[in-house]
């Protein structure tokens, strides 16, 4: 990862925000997700919100269904300069 990270909080932003991303770049819908990967739909919306931890195992297969690897799903999107 290019930028140092300070909490286990922006870890928690990162991966929720690169779940979204991805989720909305192949059209799934927070629910179909979930099922598709076998997580209850409440979890998977904890997660985006950043209310829930996620086990390496969980990011696989988040990973796996999303067509990207777990590290796509920790790196930090960079910041655009203005």
């Not at 179909?32 to 997660?47: D, F, I």
């Not at 950043?50 to 990207?68: H, I, P």
Request: aromatic fraction near 2%; hydrophobic fraction near 35%; include cysteine.
């Amino acid at each position: 990862m290019s930028e140092e990270l300070s909490s286990i909080e922006d870890i928690h932003a990162i991966l929720a925000a690169n779940v979204e991303k991805y989720r909305k770049k192949i059209g799934l819908s927070q629910e179909k997700l979930s099922a598709e990967c076998g997580l209850h739909k409440s979890y998977v919306g904890r997660l985006v919100r950043t209310c829930g931890n996620c086990e390496l195992s969980t990011m696989k297969l988040l990973a796996d269904r999303l067509g990207v690897t777990v590290v796509n799903l920790l790196t930090p999107t960079p910041r655009r300069k203005r």
